[in-house]
């Protein structure tokens, strides 16, 4: 075995379902007693339920978080959370949502409780990113790491089925790539293995049935140990692509990485053989890219970066941009091929 260095995050995860009848608990267990709950406009409702469960101990629902955390939304929620002396915010939403209680954490001593609705992984990431004049800088920061997670699988229920997969193989994107990360190790390669067979069993029960709480809860699970893993390796090409083409080219957040996926794992394949095996293994399947592609297909899934808004024009600058600074990957990472791969994953080819 090759030497490795592994460091966990700190975590408090309470999971199940019903588990959200734990949130006034916790929120004693930091010490918080004026909590601002924040949202998303198309979730405004479940957080106002929240906020009202909570009674006297909420002081405020801020429900303007929106993709990519723009600098003006982060500034307005931070001023809102100093207005009503706020001691804590509870995120009830997915990564934009998490993501706009990262940035007021990060400006402030505020705690996060989060309460993921999606399986994007944000929760479980020291990773922050705002957007500022069209572009997007993350960072690293352990004052955004949620103190507290509640994972109640019934929250997920009303995520469209087509969110929920495309959603789902976001999180399958961080466990793919952590196991070929250059800071991978053997209990990362454990949970990510893990995350991605929980989800690919049960995102076709969700398309089948998405009120079944047991495909909900399997996910939700596959979900945190994807989170977990993004939070633990460093990332490498897949990310990199998805963070361009969501950063500069504005496509939508899950199902560029649903897209993307197939055609980074045939462009890596022949360079990390123990992860191909180990995402073989976890899919059931004897080709991982090819895998990973007919299980999108099954999912009803869009197939082509063309279909959700990417310009042929633009896919050159877009392979410019994520080929101009070496990042680590298990294959060397070049303009050519790199632009091949995204040619490949415009128009939808099998990889
Ligand atoms: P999202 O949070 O933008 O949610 C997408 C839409 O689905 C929103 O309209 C939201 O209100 C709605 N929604 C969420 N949960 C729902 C539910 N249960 N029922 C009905 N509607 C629901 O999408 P996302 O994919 O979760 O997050 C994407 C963002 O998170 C991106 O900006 C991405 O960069 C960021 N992200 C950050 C990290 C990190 O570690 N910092 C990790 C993953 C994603």
Request: hydrophobic content about 45%; some cysteine; glycine content about 8%.
């Amino acid at each position: 075995m090759r030497s490795f260095l592994y460091s966990g995050l700190p975590a408090r995860v309470v999971f199940g379902v019903g588990a959200l009848s734990k949130l006034p608990e916790e929120l004693d267990r930091l010490g918080a007693k004026h909590a601002l709950v924040l949202s998303t406009p198309e979730q405004a409702e479940s957080a106002r339920s929240v906020k009202a469960a909570l009674g006297a101990r909420a002081v405020g629902l801020y429900d303007k978080a929106a993709m990519h955390v723009p600098i003006e939304i982060a500034e307005d929620a931070r001023r809102t959370a100093r207005e009503l002396g706020a001691d804590c915010c509870v995120t009830v939403g997915g990564g934009s949502t998490t993501g706009l209680g990262k940035a007021i954490a990060l400006t402030s001593t505020l705690p996060i409780l989060a309460v993921p609705t999606t399986y994007a992984g944000s929760e479980m990431t020291t990773i922050y990113g705002i957007t500022e004049g069209g572009a997007k800088k993350t960072g690293r920061d352990v004052r955004v790491l949620p103190k507290a997670v509640i994972y109640d699988p019934r929250l997920t229920l009303s995520l469209p089925p087509g969110l929920s997969a495309a959603s789902g193989m976001n999180a399958i994107a961080h466990a793919v790539e952590a196991l070929y990360s250059h800071e991978g190790n053997p209990i990362v390669s454990l949970m990510a293995e893990e995350g991605i067979r929980a989800l690919a069993v049960a995102l076709p029960r969700i398309l089948e049935e998405s009120k079944n709480l047991d495909a909900r809860s399997d996910a939700l699970y596959g979900a945190w140990l994807c989170g977990i893993v993004l939070g633990s390796a460093g990332m490498a090409l897949h990310h990199k692509l998805c963070h361009v083409l969501g950063g500069s080219f504005n496509l939508p957040h899950a199902e560029t990485h649903s897209i993307v996926l197939p055609h980074a794992v045939r462009y890596n394949h022949a360079a990390a053989p123990e992860a191909m095996a180990r995402i073989e293994k976890a899919i059931q399947a004897s080709d991982a890219a090819a895998g990973i592609f007919d299980l999108e297909k099954r999912l009803g899934l869009p197939l082509r970066l063309a279909d959700i808004g990417m310009k042929e024009a633009d896919l050159e600058r877009a392979a410019r941009i994520a080929t101009e600074a070496p990042y680590p990957n298990p294959r060397k990472v070049e303009y050519a091929p790199v632009l091949e791969l995204l040619r490949n994953a415009y128009e939808g080819r099998k990889p």
